[in-house]
């Protein structure tokens, strides 16, 4: 089984940057895929970004050229790397995996960029 935690959100200015992480455990081998999906209020959840276990990455048009998708070697920690951050990246953002038992989420961490 495998758990996800994400952290890394706060409260930045239009123009900044932040970087989240999300921190896998349990069966790392099992994870195929992770991404990054966000959610604003009273919007659908939006996909962002995503990397294979071989480094495949792909990005949804909103934040390509702004954000990067990343993991460490060990591949047990997925980053987003999120720079000239507008005001419509607000939103909850989510971590999840693809795993041999199914998709997992995590519990998502706030990013506010204020204008």
């Known amino acids: 089984q495998v758990q996800l935690v994400e952290s890394g959100g706060g409260l930045v200015q239009s123009g900044g940057s932040l970087r989240l992480s999300c921190l896998a455990s349990g069966t790392i081998s099992d994870i195929y895929l992770m991404r990054w999906h966000r959610q604003a209020p009273g919007k659908q959840r939006e996909y962002v970004a995503s990397?294979?276990?071989?480094?495949?990455?792909d990005y949804g048009d909103s934040v390509k050229g702004r954000f990067t998708i990343s993991t460490n070697n060990a591949k047990t920690t997925a980053y987003l790397q999120m720079n000239s951050l507008k005001s419509d990246d607000t939103g909850v953002y989510y971590c999840n995996a693809d795993t041999r038992l199914g998709v997992v989420w995590g519990q998502g961490t706030q990013v506010t960029v204020s204008s």
């Open positions: 990397i294979t276990n071989t480094g495949d990455m």
